[in-house]
């Protein structure tokens, strides 16, 4: 009788994975579980723990969610930290794919989640176009399978990755096909509503620029040309990013000239304040995994905010910025923690230069929308960590063992 070939399975179950990830939240679930499954069947368990101990990526991660539980001891809400712990059980995964996946299989697997993130974005202009309806997504604000400041982050790092390829690629027919790609993700991500993503994509263009660019000024130059040119057409012809853009510059006048936190980035604002307040009074350790929200909510109530619609919506959700989130919940300790993950990440010895580009790309897009959003504990973002930094880590091990 044959032997089963776990590692081959997971190798298959990788590839579906990075397809399914912009596609489906009960793929991701599913996935998951399976590669979970698998790598456990495919025990071998001396080597793969030799390995990740070898990991400072790794390592780093599991330090920052180790302190997170122990966290619950001092946290007055123990069952709200047990269930906010339970989602990052979506990292899971990267130990199965840095300890599994073979060399050839790194690229497939950034290939088929460009084939994912093709189909997601065709679904999601057929939204645009009212030619047919998917979940929550609307003409205003097309997005098939998630919220738009998830999508947004996808469409951000799909297009500079795409832009990455342009610089990278050698064959002609294969750049201009990578740069319709880009044109097509870019008009996406400006036609949506998430204006994380947009951010997101001003700032890190110029990352692109500078990494493949030797000359600073021609990279600086080049990239704002670019930029201005997608902005001035995004204006122009999309009017969700002109209404998005116009209600920013008029929210930021309201809450400088009339002290009005009410608008959408007045809440994170206000939030942020009171988090501040709420991280001096326990700035080493924090308040602990739980009490976040009930913090801010006893906080907001002391300090007597007279309108109770936007103080309801604050405490409804998250402080809408990852680092604000991880200072009040796991104090300096918990904040430098999380912070040396993406150090351990940022100094991988890469040597294959279009992993280092997507490397830094990947952790200036997901550190930048992080600060406007808790993408670390949201399924798709966690899960779009997960596979790139899984994949990353993977090359960088791969480099090494030849």
């Not at 793929?27 to 793969?48: D, H, P, Q, Y």
């Not at 263009?205 to 021609?218: D, E, P, S, T």
């Not at 904040?335 to 010895?349: D, E, G, R, W």
Request: charged share 15%; proline share 2%.
């Amino acid at each position: 009788m044959n032997k089963i070939n776990y590692n081959q399975y997971i190798n298959y179950t990788i590839i579906l994975f990075a397809f399914i990830l912009p596609l489906s939240r009960v793929g991701i679930v599913c996935c998951s579980i399976l590669l979970i499954i698998l790598w456990i069947l495919e025990a071998n368990f001396k080597e793969k723990f030799k390995m990740i101990k070898e990991s400072k990526v790794i390592l780093s991660l599991l330090l920052f969610l180790l302190f997170s539980a122990f966290s619950l001891l001092w946290s007055e809400h123990t069952i709200k930290g047990l269930i906010y712990l339970k989602k990052y059980w979506y990292f899971l995964p990267i130990i199965v794919i840095y300890t599994s996946i073979q060399k050839k299989y790194i690229e497939y697997s950034i290939s088929v989640f460009l084939l994912g993130m093709l189909i997601s974005e065709i679904l999601s202009y057929g939204i645009f176009f009212e030619f047919w309806t998917l979940n929550n997504g609307s003409p205003s604000d097309p997005t098939p399978f998630m919220n738009h400041l998830q999508y947004s982050l996808f469409l951000a790092f799909t297009s500079l990755l795409l832009l990455t390829k342009v610089f990278f690629e050698n064959k002609i027919p294969y750049k201009i096909l990578y740069f319709i790609f880009f044109l097509i993700t870019t008009s996406n991500l400006f036609l949506n509503g998430g204006r994380t993503g947009q951010v997101v994509f001003i700032i890190s263009i110029f990352i692109v620029g500078f990494l493949r660019i030797k000359n600073k000024v021609l990279a600086f130059g080049t990239m704002l040309l670019l930029l201005l040119s997608i902005l001035f057409t995004a204006y122009q012809a999309s009017r969700t990013f002109k209404h998005r853009f116009n209600a920013s510059i008029n929210e930021s006048i309201s809450i400088i000239n009339n002290d009005n936190y009410c608008g959408s980035f007045g809440l994170r604002l206000g939030s942020w304040i009171v988090a501040y307040n709420i991280f001096k009074d326990n700035p080493v350790v924090g308040v602990g995994i739980g009490d976040a929200m009930p913090k801010l909510e006893e906080y907001l109530k002391l300090e007597q905010h007279n309108n109770k619609k936007c103080v309801n919506y604050m405490v409804k959700y998250n402080y809408h910025n990852f680092y604000v989130q991880v200072a009040v919940q796991l104090g300096i300790i918990g904040l430098f923690l999380y912070l040396m993950i993406f150090y351990s990440i940022i100094t991988l010895n890469t040597k294959d230069k279009i992993y280092f580009n997507l490397i830094i790309i990947f952790v200036s897009t997901y550190s930048i929308s992080s600060m406007f959003e808790t993408m670390f504990h949201a399924q798709f973002s966690e899960a779009l960590f997960t596979l790139f930094i899984g994949l990353f880590i993977s090359q960088n091990r791969i480099e090494n063992e030849t």
